[in-house]
Structure formats: structure tokens, C-alpha cells
């Protein structure tokens, strides 16, 4: 597990570089250029965030896959925002269906990671703080796999750490074949 995460901190790091993404878009503008970042968006509050909608746009990678050999699917989009420069959304989920789950325990067989060069978001684990993600639909290859999410994070920026709440969020990512 610890390769396959240096192997995508790296291909996320590269392609960072390579995507150019400018924070400084006047007036907080977002330009969508693909049909899919219309589903990909949320909105944070609390800490350094006051009712914040973040849409991703430009993705440079952009997919989901099913693993037969560990069982589990994988979602990643590398893009641009408006409200937080280039990031990362990665997800990680068991199976190959629909899913709703909690994830607010720790060692969980689910993964949620949203970051970039100014942000870094991790779902809060443990007491009263909940996390959900829910998977609406599992299409077959070259479908979509869809989903929301919303709860408890911890955020860490170069000015601030510390909590705050996701909304509203959801995501399509266009499935690719299994591997």
C-alpha cells in the first residue's frame, strides 16, 4: 500500500507541474471545460473557509477503475480550482457496487483525500466528527461512477490547520476498464 501511495503522490506531484493551474483567476471565476467537473464540487466551512463552493475544472487526469487483484476501486481527478489552486481528489473504495458508508473510524478499508501545493483535507476520524461517502451509481466501463460526500475534516494550509465541515459535495469520475 505504501508504494502504490508514493506511486500516486508522485504522478499527482508531476502532474501538478505540468497542469499550470493559476489560483489567481479574477474575481473567483471558474471555467468548466469538461461536462463531468459540473459533478465534481463541494462546499467547506469553518476555520479559514466561509461558505466556500470549490469546483474542479481542467482535469488532467481524470478516472475510476476497479482492482481485481485487491478487490477495491480507485478515483482520482487532478485539476484546477478556483478557490484552491491545482489539487488532488483521490477515493478509495472495497468493491465494485454501490456503497454508503461512515467513514469516521480510523484503518478503514476507505480512502478520501482532497490536496494540493496550499491545502491538504482528510476526513476527521473518531468521536462525534462523521464522514460519509455514498457511491449512486457504478456504471460499467466507459460509464460513470458517481457519488456525494460530506462531513468532518481536518484541514492543513500553509497559513492554518484545523476543522472544518464539507457540504453538498459530489463527484463523477468516468469509469475505465478493470485491471
Not at 508531476?14 to 463531468?36: E, F, L, M, Q, W
Not at 478509495?92 to 476507505?110: A, I, K, Q, R
Not at 492543513?156 to 453538498?168: E, K, R, V
Amino acid at each position: 500500500m505504501k508504494k502504490f501511495l508514493f506511486i500516486f503522490l508522485f504522478t499527482a506531484a508531476v502532474a501538478t507541474v505540468i497542469s499550470g493551474c493559476r489560483k489567481d483567476d479574477p474575481g473567483g471565476t471558474v471555467h468548466v471545460s469538461n461536462i463531468n467537473s459540473l459533478h465534481n464540487s463541494f462546499v467547506i466551512n469553518g476555520g479559514i473557509f466561509n461558505n466556500e463552493l470549490v469546483e474542479f475544472s481542467n482535469p488532467v487526469t481524470d478516472y475510476a477503475r476497479y482492482y481485481l487483484d485487491r478487490g477495491n476501486t480507485t478515483c482520482l481527478m487532478i485539476g484546477c480550482t478556483s478557490v484552491l489552486g491545482t489539487i488532488n481528489f483521490y477515493l478509495d473504495f472495497p468493491g465494485n457496487g454501490l456503497v454508503s458508508s461512515n467513514l469516521n473510524v480510523p484503518d478503514s478499508e476507505y480512502f478520501f483525500n482532497i490536496e494540493g501545493p496550499l491545502l491538504s483535507l482528510f476526513p476527521s476520524m473518531g468521536g462525534a466528527d462523521n464522514f460519509y461517502l455514498t457511491i449512486t451509481q457504478y456504471g460499467v466501463a466507459g460509464d460513470s461512477i458517481k457519488g456525494t460526500f460530506s462531513g468532518n475534516v481536518i484541514y492543513t494550509a500553509p497559513q492554518d490547520s484545523g476543522f472544518a465541515y464539507i457540504s453538498n459535495g459530489s463527484f463523477s469520475f468516468p469509469r475505465v476498464p478493470d485491471f
